[in-house]
């Protein structure tokens, strides 16, 4: 299977975040070698999807994820051993002296992403940006008051850029969490800051754990956007390319 040529785990340390971004690739060879390291239960889960661009979007992302993991945990992608919290979010199983991995995973459209750090809790979300007419509909819906009164507020132009990048980070702290998403997207609060960028403003309403909390915009591809989320500051954020094509076989 394919391998980067670096060593991924060069920096890693439970200040650093390492965020890769990879696209789905339009070979079919790359499908078929990736569905080869999934386990029964993610083959099952492929299997169920009805349409063949979905299941090549599922094989190569989570294909891609096992490779990269791999890396930092020093073992074969098909060895790796995933198990889910109680609301339904993966997690790596550790082996034995192994590094006690975060992660979290993202897709949408032609691209995934995936970010992880040592111990502690991390989130990632990716979305890529459409025309969205009831951006206000679904921001009252899942949104707090105060973001659905300031998303409003946003010119029309640029209000459904606004709303993408609104909901990645809310979607990200909600994974860095490892919550469900739809209960509690209205419990994590967001708002501008001085630079027209957005920060973690309150959690329940209590507004001094944002102080606890770093969140990033990304923007991964043209047309996408992203965003990721975690407990405890961090020291350094580290963008990774993960491609396929350029590769090493080993």
């Not at 060895?79 to 339904?88: D, E, I, P, W």
């Not at 970010?115 to 940006?129: H, S």
Request: with cysteine; hydrophobic share 40%.
């Amino acid at each position: 299977m394919p391998r980067s040529r670096v060593d991924h785990r060069q920096g890693l340390s439970r200040a650093d975040v390492h965020v890769w971004t990879a696209k789905v690739s339009a070979r079919d060879s790359a499908t078929t070698d990736l569905s080869r390291i999934l386990d029964e239960e993610e083959q099952e889960r492929a299997a169920r999807l009805t349409f063949a661009r979905d299941r090549v979007r599922f094989i190569q992302t989570h294909g891609i994820v096992r490779q990269i993991l791999s890396r930092y945990c020093d073992t074969e992608a098909a060895a790796l051993t995933f198990a889910r919290n109680g609301q339904g979010k993966p997690y790596l199983v550790p082996q034995t002296n192994g590094p006690r991995i975060q992660f979290s995973v993202s897709h949408s459209g032609d691209y995934c992403v995936l970010t992880l750090r040592l111990d502690d809790p991390i989130g990632i979300d990716i979305e890529e940006v459409r025309n969205l007419s009831h951006a206000i509909d679904i921001a009252k819906r899942y949104f707090t008051p105060e973001e659905s009164r300031a998303l409003a507020a946003v010119r029309e132009t640029g209000r459904c850029d606004t709303f993408f990048v609104w909901w990645t980070h809310k979607e990200a702290a909600i994974k860095a969490l490892g919550l469900s998403l739809a209960a509690n997207l209205g419990r994590v609060e967001f708002a501008f800051n001085p630079a027209g960028g957005l920060r973690l403003a309150a959690w329940d309403g209590n507004r001094s754990v944002a102080r606890m909390w770093f969140t990033r915009r990304l923007d991964p591809a043209p047309g996408y956007v992203a965003a990721v989320a975690g407990v405890h500051p961090i020291l350094s954020l580290t963008l990774r390319t993960w491609d396929y094509a350029s590769a090493e076989w080993s």
